[in-house]
């Protein structure tokens, strides 16, 4: 119940989101959830909200952002793909707290 709950807050955050359009920083944070959620380290998950997200988003971002959030797409896949233990953990805690927005509550 406690994760449906979730999911459904998740899905109606990154409707309002969409909706709204998003700043930098919400394009950012979701270019490193794109990351996280692309790893097979951690468990791959479905990507297309994201993905959506980002291409929608993309359209009114300035060059530097676009390239910042490439890179931070790039370092999340990196860290990802190494982590173990505690910083896989860790990073597995982000994607479900921050991520959930962008990935549309995806599992």
Do not use: W
Request: hydrophobic residues 45%; contains cysteine; positive net charge.
């Amino acid at each position: 119940m406690k994760l449906l709950i979730i999911a459904t807050a998740a899905v109606a955050s990154f409707a309002g989101i969409a909706h709204a359009g998003a700043s930098d920083l919400q394009y950012l944070e979701a270019a490193r959830c794109r990351g996280l959620a692309a790893s097979e380290n951690l468990g791959k998950l479905d990507t297309a909200a994201v993905d959506n997200f980002l291409r929608t988003e993309s359209d009114t971002r300035s060059p530097e952002i676009k390239t910042s959030a490439m890179k931070k797409m790039s370092s999340a896949e990196k860290d990802a793909a190494g982590a173990a233990g505690e910083k896989k953990a860790k990073l597995l805690a982000e994607r479900e707290s921050s991520c959930g927005a962008y990935l549309g509550g995806a599992k």
